[in-house]
């Protein structure tokens, strides 16, 4: 498949170096991702600062967060996705099984109750969007108010990256 817009190959546009420099400094590589939102490099810059604050600023475990992640991947058919976070996950000290365990279409039983609870919450959020009353009162007693904030706002953000990832075709 081809990618539907050029990417800007890092270094090439002068305009773009203290952008280019703090996408490196926060995530070490400036991805294929990052190289097609340089084309709108205030798209980038508001791209970067809200997935740096989701991704490593906010109270959610690294393990909720890229299980998260994975998930959403999966049903969003976005393996270019799936693929830069399995590391992550490993890292943040979830099992291959349970990595693996996400590619299936129902939630898994190696979970415990508040993992399958953040799992069903994704998927109501990525496949049905409006999420009922009943999912937010089980989900209650495990969160306060920020935490449901940062794993809604989690799960918001992730299907917007897949979905982009997607229709441009970057990774494919």
Known sequence: MNKRIAPVTPG???????????IFLERGRISPLYQIL???????????ALLTAIRNRNSLSPTIREM????IAVLNRASYEFEAHAPHAIKAGMSQE???????????GLFDEKERLILKLTDVMTKDIQ???????????????????????TISAYNMVSRLLNALHIGH
Do not use: C
């Open 12 to 22: 090439t546009k002068a305009e773009l170096a203290t952008l280019e420099a703090k």
């Open 38 to 48: 340089l084309n709108a490099p205030e798209i980038a810059q508001g791209w970067e």
């Open 68 to 71: 998260i992640i994975l998930r």
């Open 98 to 108: 349970k990595i693996e365990s996400l590619r299936d279409s129902t939630i898994s």
């Open 131 to 153: 999420v009922p009353d009943s999912l937010f009162d089980q989900i209650k007693p495990y969160f306060n108010d920020q935490e449901i904030l940062e794993l809604v706002a």
